[in-house]
C-alpha cells in the first residue's frame, strides 16, 4: 500500500528494519528476482549482527537514472530552484537518514546499478551477475555471482567496517 508512486518512478521502500533504533543502519537496493535475496539478507543482519536494514525495491534503475538526469539538467539551468532526484529523496526520507552505506543487488549486470551511483550518497556497492558462459542451478549460480542473501550481508558488513 503507498507504493504505486515509487514502483513507477523506479523504487520503493518494501520493508523498513525492525531495529530502528540499532547503532548501525544499511539501505539494500534490490532488483528483480534478487529481491528475495536481499530480504534475506536484511533479515539476516539484523538477526545475527544487529545491523539495521532497510530494504527498497528497485522496479528500474534506468528510470532513476533518466530522472537524476532531469533534476541535474534543470539544477544547472535553475541554479536557485534546485530539484532532488528520486532517489536521493527516497534515501533521503530513509530512517537514519543517508549515514549508512548503500548496497545494490541484481539479477543483471553490476553496471545497471551503478547508473545511479553518481546519485546516491555516501558509500556504494553494487553486485550483480556479471559474467557469461556459465550454467548451473539458480542457487548455485547467485552464489558464484555473489548475489545470494549470505554475500550481500557480508558485502553491507564490509561497507560498514571500511574506516570513514
Not at 513507477?8 to 539501505?27: D, H, T
Not at 530494504?55 to 528500474?60: E, G, M, Q, Y
Not at 556504494?124 to 556459465?134: H, I, Q
Amino acid at each position: 500500500e503507498g507504493a504505486g508512486e515509487g514502483i513507477l518512478r523506479g523504487m520503493y521502500r518494501l520493508r523498513a528494519s525492525a531495529l530502528p533504533s540499532a547503532a548501525a543502519r544499511v539501505q539494500l537496493l534490490g532488483s528483480g528476482t534478487i529481491l528475495r535475496e536481499v530480504l534475506a539478507a536484511a533479515a539476516a543482519l539484523e538477526r545475527e549482527s544487529g545491523v539495521a536494514a532497510d530494504v527498497w525495491s528497485v522496479t528500474s534503475f534506468t528510470e532513476l537514472r533518466r530522472d537524476a538526469a532531469r533534476c541535474a539538467l534543470w539544477n544547472g539551468e535553475h541554479p536557485g530552484d534546485p530539484r532532488r532526484s528520486w532517489v536521493e529523496q527516497c534515501l533521503a526520507g530513509a530512517p537514519g537518514g543517508t549515514s549508512g552505506p548503500v548496497v545494490a543487488a541484481t539479477d543483471y549486470v553490476r553496471a545497471l546499478a551503478d547508473l545511479i551511483r553518481e546519485w546516491v550518497p555516501g558509500k556504494y556497492v553494487t553486485l550483480g551477475t556479471d559474467g557469461f558462459g556459465r550454467s548451473d542451478t539458480r542457487a548455485a549460480l547467485r552464489k558464484i555471482f555473489r548475489v545470494d542473501a549470505p554475500s550481500v550481508a557480508q558485502a553491507a558488513l564490509a561497507c560498514l567496517a571500511r574506516p570513514g
